[in-house]
């Protein structure tokens, strides 16, 4: 079975729980990846394991072991990673196990385009839904960019639509950082906040970033513990902040080029030397570890993990470390 990303609402709860997502647009990726984790966590899938190409050997044992769900009785999303080039057969014969209750599989896989012709690919496309995340056309853009401003006044959507769609053409990664400034940003009352202020000074979703690529353990843990002592209700903004920097980190890693990757994704040019320093200092190994802790984070800033307040900003602040130390 086959969609594409945009459409996936339409058969995520039809199709097998094997999901293959693919293609060029990182954000599409990112969204059909959100989209079905929240869709099976409200259907009793509460943990999450990540495997990475060096898991790949024991995929079967690992399968095996979660088929009976967790220790203490959950379920699980797998969540493998694949970094492109030829789809190994550790990954293929998992499309002919049973399928089972206990887990969903979720492949995320770097390659960019797939044959329908393929052999690998009929395989797949039998047991599981295959998710393409196309480029979008320039309208279809536009209609993305207004799904994703709902939470705007219906009289500033279009003027900030045009505004962003002018500023980032094609350029879904640097629209989507927009949106989600804006959404962090706005307040009850529908106004645009212009800074936050903490220690003394204005604080912005771009300090910690440039804190956390400039290597800078004790000011990135500066910000944290201002902000903690502070004004904590705006923990869900540091998340954020973080998963952007793996996140975008990941995709430059995955990329044929790390800088041309950065540039893909909507990076200030000033900013790349810093990531690219960042980045040689993480290794894809390190950092894709640290998007299921993001995750976990995501859901213990909203109260959904089981963390006291104190273990949510210890483990805010155990992330930093690994980062930068």
Known sequence: MKCESLALAKYIDKSPKIFFIY????????YARDSINKFFYEKGFTEKKIIVKKD???????LVENAGGS?????????????GGKMPNDLLNIFSLRES??????IRSAIKKISNNSSWVKQVDKSALIIECKKLKSFEEKIWLKNNLEFISEEQVKQYVQR???LFPGNLVAQQNEINLLKLMYEEKNEIKTGLVYDGGEFSPYELEDKIIELNTSGALRILKS???NDDHYAQLLVWVIGKVINTSVAALQSPNIKSGLESAGIWSSKIPSYMSFIKKNSL???????KKVYELDLASKGLAGLTKEQFWQELDNVVVQLTA
């Open 56 to 62: 790949f050997p024991n995929i079967q044992k690992i």
């Open 101 to 106: 209750d206990n887990y969903v599989i979720l």
């Open 71 to 83: 220790l203490f009785g959950t379920k699980i999303i797998i969540e493998i990673i694949h970094e």
């Open 164 to 166: 962003i769609s002018e």
């Open 23 to 30: 293609g060029e647009e990182i954000v599409l990726q990112n």
């Open 227 to 229: 902000i903690h002592k």
């Open 285 to 291: 190994r390190q950092i894709i570890p640290l998007q």
